[in-house]
């Protein structure tokens, strides 16, 4: 029972229930209080959506901010961490000698070891300044340092701050232009800051100054240069900034791609992501190996017999090889390899032989300088070719492509006319010769006179005169061409020409071949009338007839400047034709592109000639007593990228010049008689040396047997007679010896990497005449103390020496390169420079090759307990060195 009452009602009876409830409540709220109206409830719902949806506003700006505030802080810790990774000092490797740290050097600046990431960054970064410095840096203006420049202080002064100006102008821009514009080629630092500085570096060096323009003392963007000057700078410009820009956008692909999937690629992409660097670092690592393979497959021949009968006695009488390979060393030791040269040095650059087989590291510099030299001798060469135009226009100028010939008998003796200006002829049927007859038309005074003279002319029939000059096209005048007189009056070859004044081309009889209606004798330039020359012009009608009216102040002025000339008239008559002027130039400018093609190709075949030489010991080097110079005074070696740039822009505008003024001599009218001459000596003193060199060879035949007489009368006479000979001869001798010298020395200017002269001949007393080449030796020794493979070897060995301490290099080890050389290469004992505690090579030497090959561990065991021995005394003697030097301390 109890349970049946204390179970809950079924659930209609609770549905009732709660509805009853309700209703009562409701009923009691209503007597409480009274009914709000609709009004009240529509705006407190209102406020509780208005509240609602402020809150969530309100909660969302919060997250907005702080995400914002997190990214932000994202942001500003990774551009931190991109700005300064990798310039502090990391530690590698904690070793018993302490740590190991890698530090910060910029290497996209290091061009002594060419530490960078890409080699053609680094050119392009080099070529790059070479033409931002000659297009906007070497034609600066200076500032001014005192107004009076004719004072003598004033001069030196001004020279003082010009040069102190161009060393600050080269230095900032220098600094500022590698360090932005290299930025994002460092080997080890990778950052997107670098790469955004070097796209910068490309903007605001190879493109804003095209369209910002400056003129003032430390840089200027106004050109005034030839439109095909400009073409050609800006060509280069765009060219090497799209490099530039190329390999920055390889660089931020290589960012975003990671390292190991670029290292395990094996596509041509992959390596210009990596950078040339990793590239040449593994050709250099290969030369290593094949260095040391191939020292090792020569030792080994040397063991060989190539006789079998020899060897067949020796294998006989005894085991070891020892003594064998030291007679074959002795035979070979003159035995030379033929390398070098400008073919060789091309084609082992083109085979990749001279990294992967030598070893040679031909640094950033070298590489610069060649196409620097390249740019400033196309630059030169253009600029000598618009000289050389310039010349030509003269030359034109001076001898006008035109000439004239008129029949006096066509011609009329304006007399009686009312002009200013009497004195002339006027002629028909006039024959104009030549590509410069049309090229000045007539205006002004000229054109009034001219149309006043020619109309009287019956075959003008003033057709051709109009209001204005303009309107006539075929009215020209000429400026110092005469006229010559042809036809019945000049039959008996009579001297007489009369000065064109303008003429009205009347018809063209083909080519260059027009006739024309002219009036001659009056200059047009001070408008002087009689202007008539020749012997027989006083016997020719008309012209006679307007000679005899001439005032007679005018005949005495003209007789007494019959003889006197005009600048212009002198350079007429003297200055060079414009065939000659083109010849020269043409065969100039080709002796100075050959100049100039020639210095660029032999730079990097002889500096691979000149590692060589050093490396083989025909260059002495570490054993030479003079070798200590190279080591010191690094920093000139500096100047070597200028010196081969100017070296080779002097070059070609030297011969240029000079091969273009010997064309000149020989073919102008005014030398060609001295030349000729001259060339009569040299062609006599050739002849004379040939017949020479022929008595050389009949008396060298007949009179001697090397350096022993066979006939001794004969050969005294003939001694006597030559003696004789050459003491006339030989004045030419040095005169051909100093043209020769100087033409080689010019050919030489820009040529640092070998001398011209050598250590006697280049040095008075303490001064050296010529220092560039030893510190183009230094710069290549800077390099190959760092690139050498055998360098980079020995010093991942010194490194691993330095980690692991006494772990690695053991004593043990060591014994067993000693037995392995002195077996293999016994005759490198010489080289080698032993210290105290090292390993007796003589105790080496009596164990090798008197015991059977069986023996060989006992042999070890025996030297380690002797190396062992050895150590222990040098201990002990180091210990009481200690102690005496500590009881003298005492004692003082």
């Known amino acids: 029972d109890n349970n049946i009452a204390n179970e809950p009602p079924p659930p209609q009876q609770q549905q009732q229930q709660k509805t009853k409830e309700g209703k009562q409540n409701n009923e009691n709220d209503a007597n409480g209080r009274e009914e709000k109206p609709r009004e009240e409830n529509f705006f407190e719902n209102a406020h509780a959506v208005v509240k609602k949806n402020i809150s969530f506003i309100k909660h969302d700006t919060v997250d907005l901010f702080e995400n914002a505030h997190a990214a932000a802080r994202k942001n500003i810790s990774f551009i931190k961490h991109d700005t300064v990774d990798h310039t502090d000092e990391i530690t590698i490797s904690n070793t018993d000698n302490g740590p190991i740290t890698k530090i910060f050097t910029f290497s996209a600046l290091d061009f002594t070891v060419d530490d960078y990431k890409s080699f ?33 202080g004033c001069q030196i002064g001004q020279m003082v701050v010009t040069f102190l100006t161009l060393m600050f102008k080269l230095i900032f821009y220098g600094i500022l232009f590698f360090l932005i514009v290299s930025s994002g080629n460092d080997g080890y630092r990778r950052s997107f800051l670098d790469i955004f500085i070097g796209f910068a570096g490309i903007v605001l060096f190879f493109v804003t100054p095209y369209f910002v323009r400056l003129d003032s003392v430390i840089i200027t963007t106004e050109t005034t240069s030839d439109e095909r000057e400009n073409f050609f700078f800006i060509t280069i410009s765009v060219v090497v900034g799209a490099i530039l820009a190329i390999r920055q956008v390889l660089n931020v692909i290589s960012l975003l791609i990671d390292d190991e999937k670029i290292g395990k690629s094996k596509s041509v992409w992959a390596r210009f992501l990596v950078g040339s660097s990793a590239h040449d670092e593994l050709q250099s690592k290969r030369a290593a190996v094949y260095k040391v393979n191939k020292m090792l497959q020569n030792a080994y021949k040397l063991h060989q017999q190539g006789d079998a009968s020899i060897s067949l006695n020796i294998q006989n009488t005894q085991k070891s090889t020892h003594d064998l390979s030291l007679l074959n060393f002795t035979k070979i ?9 400008f073919k060789w040095a091309w084609k082992a650059l083109y085979s990749g032989d001279v990294r992967e087989k030598e070893g040679i590291w031909l640094h950033t510099r070298l590489y610069g300088g060649v196409f620097g030299q390249l740019i400033v001798i196309v630059s030169t060469l ?19 492509m035109c000439s004239a010939v008129f029949d006096p008998s066509n011609c009329h003796a304006m007399l009686g006319i009312k002009t200013p200006n009497p004195g002339v002829i006027a002629c028909t049927d006039v024959l104009l010769i030549g590509t410069g007859c049309n090229d000045n038309p007539v205006d002004g005074v000229l054109f009034e006179l001219s149309c006043s003279i020619l109309s009287l002319i019956p075959i003008t029939n003033q057709t051709f005169c109009n209001d204005t000059p303009s309107a006539i096209p075929r009215l020209f005048t000429f400026n110092g061409v ?60 008309p012209i006679n007839e307007v000679i005899e009216e001439r005032p007679i102040f005018i005949e005495r002025i003209q007789e007494a400047t019959n003889n006197a000339k005009t600048f212009d008239d002198l350079v007429r008559q003297y200055f060079p034709r414009r065939w000659i002027v083109l010849l020269s130039a043409t065969l100039g400018l080709l002796a100075g592109a050959f100049s100039g093609l020639w210095i660029f190709l032999s730079y990097i075949p002889n500096t691979i000639s000149t590692i060589l030489k050093i490396r083989s010991g025909v260059i002495p ?18 100047k070597i990228l200028g010196v081969m740039i100017w070296g080779a822009a002097f070059t070609t505008l030297f011969f240029t010049g000079i091969v273009a003024i010997i064309i000149l001599l020989l073919f102008w009218e005014v030398t060609r008689p001295i030349v000729f001459q001259i060339l009569g000596v040299v062609i006599g003193v050739v002849v004379t040396l040939a017949i020479k060199s022929i008595l050389f060879v009949v008396f060298g035949k007949l009179n001697y047997a090397a350096f022993y007489r066979r006939r001794p009368l004969v050969n005294n006479i003939s001694v006597v007679a030559l003696e004789a000979w050459h003491l006339g001869l030989t004045v030419l001798f040095v005169v051909a010896r100093l043209v020769s010298l100087l033409v080689a020395a010019a050919l030489h200017a820009g040529r640092v990497d070998m001398s011209v002269l050598t250590e006697s001949a280049g040095a008075i007393g303490p001064i050296d005449l010529d220092p560039l080449p030893a510190s183009y030796r230094k710069d290549l020794l800077l390099a190959d103390a760092h690139r050498h493979p055998f360098i980079e070897r020995l010093g991942a060995m010194y490194l691993m020496k330095i980690k692991h301490g006494a772990k690695f290099a053991t004593a043990a080890g060591s014994v067993w390169r000693l037995l392995f050389v002195f077996a293999l290469m016994p005759w490198l004992r010489k080289y080698r420079i032993a210290s105290e505690v090292d390993l007796p090579e003589e105790l080496v030497l009596q ?31 180091s210990n009481l060195g200690e102690i005496d030097d500590e009881s003298t301390v005492d004692s003082k």
Do not use: W
């Open 120 to 152: 053609t960054h680094t050119l392009a970064t080099f070529v790059g300044f070479v033409i931002f410095f000659i297009r906007y840096l070497l034609f600066t203006s200076n500032p001014e340092v005192c107004s009076n420049s004719s004072v003598y």
């Open 333 to 341: 030791s003159d035995k030379t390899e033929r390398v070098g040269g």
């Open 382 to 400: 253009i600029t000598g070719a618009f000289l050389f135009m310039k010349l030509i226009a003269v030359a034109e100028e001076a001898n006008p």
């Open 482 to 541: 005469f006229g010559n007189v042809i036809g019945e009056s000049n039959k008996d070859n009579g001297d007489c020409s009369a000065l064109l004044t303008s003429c009205f081309i009347t018809g063209d009889n083909g080519i260059h071949n027009q006739t024309a209606a002219c009036v001659l004798g009056m200059s047009t330039s001070l408008f002087i009338p009689y202007q008539f020359r020749g012997s027989d012009c006083e016997n020719i009608s």
């Open 621 to 638: 080097s570490l054993r030479d007593p003079n070798f200590i110079k190279h080591r010191k005074q690094l920093e000139s070696t500096t």
């Open 847 to 877: 164990e090798i090759g008197t015991k059977p090959d069986h023996q060989y561990k006992k042999k070890i065991e025996q030297l380690e307990k002797k190396v062992r021995a050895l150590q222990r005394m040098s201990e002990v003697r």
